[in-house]
Antibody
């Protein structure tokens, strides 16, 4: 069975940094592109970033470009999202999801709250 | 990267059929057969219902079907059931990004 478990969220002040992690199991991690998708309170999902299976290609939404870095370690079946310069509008539940064009497995999410 | 346009809400009675539209542009929906649809219940992660415009993942009821014409994709749910109540989101891949629709709340009356 596929599991995606996110961690690393929390309360952070505006301008701060945070690193989210996603541990994957139940599938061949290195064969799958992975994405981060966030969902603000009362809002729909918003795709944030993606990375190819071999980490050779990364993709970013305009709303976070230059403020986030996606990375992965296939030997550890782990995906990360380094976020910096956080703003109030980054407050959301951040999901790790398998895929790039569509997302067939999702984690339970980790909550990031940006507030002073 | 503008969000795809969906109606805010639709409703139907059990046994009826409903259709949710998803309008994009020639840069996303119109250019790629990579539209997907997600169902979300409160407090849960989105669930993939349709991918690559018309394909259903294993385990998804065949009451769910979808299509695309030009820049607009559509999701049809037939024989509505109480458990179909929830939020539905379309999604389209472009060559460098993925964009979601604003969501449609389906109410099963």
């Amino acid at each position: 069975e596929v599991y995606l478990v996110e961690s690393g969220g929390g309360l952070i002040q505006p301008g701060g940094s945070l690193r989210l992690s996603c541990e994957a199991s139940g599938f061949t991690f290195s064969n799958s592109a992975m994405s981060w998708v966030r969902q603000g309170p009362g809002k729909g999902p918003e795709w944030v970033s993606a990375i190819s299976g071999n980490a050779g290609t990364t993709y970013y939404a305009d709303s976070v470009k230059d403020r986030v870095t996606i990375s992965r370690d296939n030997s550890k079946n782990t995906l990360w999202l380094q976020m910096r310069g956080l703003r109030a509008e980054d407050t959301a539940l951040y999901y790790c999801a398998r895929g790039l064009a569509h997302f067939d497995y999702w984690g339970q999410g980790t909550l990031v709250t940006v507030s002073s | 990267q503008s969000a795809l346009t969906q109606p805010a809400s639709v409703s139907g009675s059990p046994g009826q059929s409903i259709t949710i539209s998803c309008t994009g542009t020639s840069s996303d929906v119109g250019s790629y057969d990579l539209v997907s649809w997600y169902q979300q219940h409160p407090g849960k992660a989105p669930k993939l219902m349709i991918y690559e415009v018309t394909k259903r993942p294993s385990g998804v009821s065949n009451r769910f079907s979808a299509s695309k014409s030009g820049n607009t994709a559509s999701l049809t749910i037939s024989d509505l059931q109480a458990e179909d109540d929830g939020d539905y989101y379309c999604c389209s891949y472009t060559s460098t990004t993925t964009v979601f629709g604003g969501g449609t709340k389906l109410t099963v009356l």
